[in-house]
């Protein structure tokens, strides 16, 4: 694991001071790798390639990179890890390569050497970030793993070619300007996070998912997929399973079984993230099944209960008999922790679970180098309580054939307070501020009268037209796959699946456990994000994701057989922290300064108006726009700190 970086000057450049801006770059990603770095500058050509390396896998200077291959055409750096590296390297055997060292790095490169970049891709199971020099064709390539777990950024300014594993190493060496992007701005506010294919700069991309970017010049840049979900998808409905619905669960086992246990191989201290889900528990019972010791657990808990899942995960390690290490913060824990997210996120990034996630990796790097982590499983098999939700808002809707926009303008005629009273009447519910908020956030999608169209709406914090004014943006973004779920007639739950998989795990999951853990130089490793999991998961009938009511249902049988149902059958809470309430009183001053940045009016066009008010009635209770205001101080946070 690492962070890797590099520029190629157009023919007009200065090579004068190459090695020192790739030098900088490399600097800024110190965090990701701190145990070593080096640059390879190539003059004649105006190409330099740096990386900064977390080792993890050949500890010694045979692992160390930029990495030439053997018959001296490649050189490459690289970030992730290649967990079937061994039974590549015996294919190669033929070859009699004089292997230097035993890292994946070296096997890497030595496949796209005898068998190419393409086929090589095909092969590889892991995660990973390539840039490849071809000093033959004089070509840069740069590649993202299937799934998007690795980050790449690259860049096209001032006549020159940079790449980075993250912003901030761009910036360092000058391969960008500080100019906004627009749609990446607009898609911010949507989502709460900048989608791959874009970024907040204007000059600067995330390669997205599943990519080959090839670079033969300067003004010819071709980028082409690899693998895609919509393929998965395909090949899920062309081959789907056609045994009982055991030996599906049966099959399922052994493959995450194989998953995890390939991700157990290290040369450095090991453990797992456990929070006491269905997920984070699964992971966890596989690693025990196939270790000879303790596994090392690890998990975080909270004061306040209803976000605390930390008791749930002791109960869990005690019952598989782990190692298990927990750390109790405390709210002041926490909060400390809020000025640092936008060095850590050096785009703007509203995932208020950054937080829990940047303390149990803090926690987790004390103990150990690389860590397993449970993400992943809801959007391969049917987890998040919004499918269920979403698939009853539909059903609502449909039932209401015509009069639709006029239901859901009712429902919105009493305010929540007075829904909140009104229902609390009911004998046996209790009277809470959150059903009348709920009630208004769900009726302006009963309107909506396309699925997927709700879907995106459902997704949206804003609509980044009307928090300016009406002023329309440069383009609208799309969610990745809508098309593709229309033409291929999903039904609703793996539409979302789908779309989800696309873009929300890629850019608001693995973006935020990315960032919090190389922030810490922890590696973290994710069994359920293995292109073999997800095309199978896709195979599945979805009566075993989503059965009825209940999610993940054929992860909860597999977890069934080495943790009682009793630890684990409980609502879902999820990985967060205490939002709304944290805005209405120890954040309230912090979210009042950064509202009052006059930059996000001026230069980013919205509406202050709309957002005081917003204000107003989360702080008097009438209701939550807790993850609103978390998103525009968060945007005012990132401001101050990359463009002020």
Same mark, same amino acid.
């Not at 399973?241 to 099959?251: E, H, L, R, V």
């Given at each position: 694991?690492?962070?890797?970086?590099?520029?190629?000057?157009?023919?007009?450049?200065?090579?004068?001071?190459?090695?020192?801006?790739?030098?900088?770059?490399?600097?800024?990603?110190?965090?990701?790798?701190?145990?070593?770095?080096?640059?390879?500058?190539?003059? @004649?050509?105006?190409?330099?390639?740096?990386?900064?390396?977390?080792?993890?896998?050949?500890?010694?200077?045979?692992?160390?990179?930029?990495?030439?291959?053997?018959?001296?055409?490649?050189?490459?750096?690289?970030?992730?890890?290649?967990?079937?590296?061994?039974?590549?390297?015996?294919?190669?055997?033929?070859?009699?390569?004089?292997?230097?060292?035993?890292?994946?790095?070296?096997?890497?490169?030595?496949?796209?050497?005898?068998?190419?970049?393409?086929?090589?891709?095909?092969?590889?199971?892991?995660?990973?970030?390539?840039?490849?020099?071809?000093?033959?064709?004089?070509?840069?390539?740069?590649?993202?793993?299937?799934?998007?777990?690795?980050?790449?950024?690259?860049?096209?300014?001032?006549?020159?070619?940079?790449?980075?594993?993250?912003?901030?190493?761009?910036?360092?060496?000058?391969?960008?300007?500080?100019?906004?992007?627009?749609?990446?701005?607009?898609?911010?506010?949507?989502?709460?996070?900048?989608?791959?294919?874009?970024?907040?700069?204007?000059?600067?991309?995330?390669?997205?998912?599943?990519?080959?970017?090839?670079?033969?010049?300067?003004?010819?840049?071709?980028?082409?997929?690899?693998?895609?979900?919509?393929?998965?998808?395909?090949?899920? @409905?062309?081959?789907?399973?056609?045994?009982?619905?055991?030996?599906?669960?049966?099959?399922?086992?052994?493959?995450?079984?194989?998953?995890?246990?390939?991700?157990?191989?290290?040369?450095?201290?090991?453990?797992?993230?456990?929070?006491?889900?269905?997920?984070?528990?699964?992971?966890?019972?596989?690693?025990?099944?196939?270790?000879?010791?303790?596994?090392?657990?690890?998990?975080?808990?909270?004061?306040?209960?209803?976000?605390?899942?930390?008791?749930?995960?002791?109960?869990?390690?005690?019952?598989?008999?782990?190692?298990?290490?927990?750390?109790?913060?405390?709210?002041?824990?926490?909060?400390?922790?809020?000025?640092?997210?936008?060095?850590?996120?050096?785009?703007?990034?509203?995932?208020?679970?950054?937080?829990?996630?940047?303390?149990?990796?803090?926690?987790t790097r004390k103990h150990v180098t690389v860590a397993l982590s449970g993400d992943g499983g809801d959007e391969t098999f049917g987890g998040y309580t919004r499918y269920l939700w979403a698939k009853n808002l539909s059903r609502a809707a449909g039932g209401i054939p015509f009069g639709a926009s006029l239901v859901s303008r009712g429902l919105t005629m009493l305010s929540p307070e007075?829904?909140?009273?009104?229902?609390?009447?009911?004998?046996?519910?209790?009277?809470?501020?959150?059903?009348?908020?709920?009630?208004?956030?769900?009726?302006?999608?009963?309107?909506?009268?396309?699925?997927?169209?709700?879907?995106?709406?459902?997704?949206?914090?804003?609509?980044?037209?009307?928090?300016?004014?009406?002023?329309?943006?440069?383009?609208?973004?799309?969610?990745?796959?809508?098309?593709?779920?229309?033409?291929?007639?999903?039904?609703?739950?793996?539409?979302?699946?789908?779309?989800?998989?696309?873009?929300?795990?890629?850019?608001?999951?693995?973006?935020?456990?990315?960032?919090?853990?190389?922030?810490?130089?922890?590696?973290?490793?994710?069994?359920?994000?293995?292109?073999?999991?997800?095309?199978?998961?896709?195979?599945?009938?979805?009566?075993?994701?989503?059965?009825?009511?209940?999610?993940?249902?054929?992860?909860?049988?597999?977890?069934?057989?080495?943790?009682?149902?009793?630890?684990?059958?409980?609502?879902?809470?999820?990985?967060?922290?205490?939002?709304?309430?944290?805005?209405?009183?120890?954040?309230?001053?912090?979210?009042?300064?950064?509202?009052?940045?006059?930059?996000?009016?001026?230069?980013?066009?919205?509406?202050?108006?709309?957002?005081?008010?917003?204000?107003?009635?989360?702080?008097?209770?009438?209701?939550?726009?807790?993850?609103?205001?978390?998103?525009?101080?968060?945007?005012?946070?990132?401001?101050?700190?990359?463009?002020?």
């Amino acid at each position: 694991m690492c962070g890797i970086a590099g520029l190629w000057l157009s023919g007009q450049g200065d090579a004068t001071g190459l090695g020192d801006r790739v030098s900088r770059m490399n600097n800024a990603l110190h965090h990701r790798g701190p145990d070593g770095g080096d640059v390879w500058v190539d003059t @004649q050509s105006g190409l330099a390639l740096g990386q900064r390396r977390l080792a993890i896998i050949d500890l010694s200077d045979a692992g160390k990179q930029p990495m030439h291959s053997a018959n001296g055409r490649y050189v490459m750096v690289y970030n992730g890890e290649i967990y079937n590296a061994p039974e590549l390297r015996e294919k190669l055997a033929p070859a009699n390569i004089t292997w230097r060292g035993h890292s994946d790095t070296e096997v890497i490169l030595e496949c796209i050497a005898h068998w190419g970049l393409r086929d090589t891709l095909k092969r590889l199971i892991g995660m990973f970030a390539i840039a490849l020099w071809d000093r033959q064709k004089q070509t840069l390539v740069l590649v993202r793993d299937r799934l998007g777990i690795k980050p790449l950024y690259w860049s096209r300014y001032d006549g020159n070619i940079g790449f980075a594993s993250e912003v901030k190493g761009l910036l360092a060496g000058d391969a960008i300007s500080r100019e906004v992007n627009q749609s990446g701005l607009d898609a911010y506010l949507r989502f709460g996070y900048v989608p791959s294919g874009l970024s907040i700069y204007a000059h600067a991309k995330m390669l997205k998912p599943g990519h080959i970017l090839e670079i033969s010049s300067h003004d010819q840049a071709t980028e082409t997929a690899y693998w895609s979900v919509e393929d998965a998808v395909v090949n899920g @409905q062309t081959h789907a399973w056609s045994g009982d619905d055991q030996s599906a669960i049966d099959a399922l086992e052994d493959l995450l079984r194989d998953s995890v246990k390939r991700r157990m191989v290290a040369d450095v201290p090991l453990g797992a993230f456990l929070s006491g889900g269905i997920d984070s528990s699964t992971i966890v019972a596989l690693m025990q099944s196939v270790s000879d010791r303790p596994v090392k657990t690890f998990s975080v808990g909270f004061e306040d209960e209803a976000f605390n899942e930390a008791a749930f995960a002791g109960e869990v390690a005690k019952h598989l008999k782990t190692d298990h290490t927990e750390l109790y913060v405390t709210p002041r824990d926490a909060l400390d922790l809020v000025p640092k997210l936008s060095e850590t996120y050096d785009e703007p990034f509203f995932d208020s679970s950054a937080i829990p996630t940047y303390l149990i990796s803090a926690l987790t790097r004390k103990h150990v180098t690389v860590a397993l982590s449970g993400d992943g499983g809801d959007e391969t098999f049917g987890g998040y309580t919004r499918y269920l939700w979403a698939k009853n808002l539909s059903r609502a809707a449909g039932g209401i054939p015509f009069g639709a926009s006029l239901v859901s303008r009712g429902l919105t005629m009493l305010s929540p307070e007075q829904w909140d009273w009104l229902v609390g009447l009911i004998p046996g519910k209790n009277a809470t501020s959150a059903i009348g908020d709920k009630i208004h956030k769900a009726a302006p999608l009963i309107a909506i009268k396309d699925d997927i169209d709700r879907y995106h709406a459902l997704l949206s914090l804003f609509d980044p037209d009307k928090l300016r004014g009406g002023h329309a943006g440069d383009k609208k973004f799309r969610v990745p796959g809508e098309k593709f779920c229309r033409n291929r007639h999903l039904d609703y739950v793996s539409s979302m699946q789908a779309m989800d998989t696309m873009m929300y795990m890629v850019d608001d999951v693995l973006t935020k456990v990315d960032r919090a853990s190389m922030a810490n130089s922890l590696e973290v490793r994710v069994p359920f994000i293995d292109h073999r999991v997800i095309e199978f998961g896709w195979r599945m009938p979805a009566r075993l994701k989503m059965n009825g009511s209940v999610g993940k249902y054929a992860l909860r049988q597999i977890l069934y057989k080495y943790v009682p149902r009793e630890l684990i059958d409980r609502p879902k809470t999820g990985f967060g922290v205490p939002l709304a309430q944290w805005l209405r009183g120890p954040l309230n001053e912090w979210m009042g300064d950064h509202l009052a940045n006059d930059a996000l009016y001026t230069d980013f066009g919205l509406d202050r108006v709309q957002i005081d008010k917003l204000r107003r009635e989360h702080m008097s209770g009438k209701r939550n726009w807790g993850h609103q205001l978390w998103t525009i101080a968060m945007l005012s946070d990132w401001q101050k700190r990359w463009l002020g």
